[in-house]
T-cell receptor, first 116, second 119 residues
């Protein structure tokens, strides 16, 4: 079974500073990894996904994530934070248990706070 | 393009009442999912349907039932609501279906959520 750990339930950065949101995963099969963002009172939307084509993945709104198999990590970064980046961020892994797709397993989420 | 549509958006129930949350997708996706979101818990899978005609339990199925009415629709039923079921419920769909591993890297699309309060 797969699992995801997000370090830090809340991360606070200043506007213009580097954003780093951490995600570690465990999976018994080659992982398919995703980052989703949730703005207040909305559903989740995809930021980016790892598809094995490249270890550095670029997403929307200037975010990117690097897949590191040796560290079982898929951390999300953005060079310069903007006030509009304030949201909840979820890392997720797609599972397969041999009996069919198990859907996405989510981390507990990281609330990103941007200080002016 | 409507994507995934959930109804209702908000609902207040009394303990013991029943209700059905509706979900429909217009993307011809094979798999559909129901998640609940609670503070500090992330999203937890309640039930899913890998293809039309099949349903399976997820991580937290107790107190819920589901019906995959057709390829478009996947409903979640609370037979006797309890305060512990107060949560935000999300429906999602994915083109992924059954054992189609080549779709494993496809993303899920989410509805806007249903905020349910059980008093």
């Amino acid at each position: 079974a797969q699992s995801v750990t997000q370090l830090g339930s809340h991360v606070s950065v200043s506007e213009g500073a580097l954003v780093l949101l951490r995600c570690n995963y465990s999976s018994s099969v080659p992982p398919y990894l995703f980052w989703y963002v949730q703005y207040p009172n909305q559903g989740l939307q995809l930021l980016l996904k790892y598809t094995s084509a490249a270890t550095l993945v670029k997403g929307i709104n200037g975010f990117e994530a690097e897949f590191k198999k040796s560290e079982t990590s898929f951390h999300l970064t953005k060079p310069s934070a903007h006030m509009s980046d304030a949201a909840e961020y979820f890392c997720a892994v797609s599972g397969y248990s041999g009996g069919g797709a198990d859907g996405l397993t989510f981390g507990k989420g990281t609330h990103l706070i941007i200080q002016p | 393009n409507a994507g995934v549509t959930q109804t209702p958006k908000f609902q207040v129930l009394k303990t013991g009442q029943s209700m059905t949350l509706q979900c429909a997708q217009d993307m011809n996706h094979n798999s559909m999912y129901w998640y609940r979101q609670d503070p500090g818990m992330g999203l937890r899978l309640i039930y899913y349907s890998a293809s039309e005609g099949t349903t399976d339990k997820g991580e937290v199925p107790n107190g819920y039932n589901v019906s995959r009415l057709n390829k478009r629709e996947f409903s979640l039923r609370l037979e006797s609501a309890a305060p512990s079921q107060t949560s935000v419920y999300f429906c999602a769909s994915n083109i992924l279906g059954g054992e189609r591993l080549e779709f494993m890297n496809t993303e899920a699309f989410f509805g806007q959520g249903t905020r349910l309060t059980v008093v």
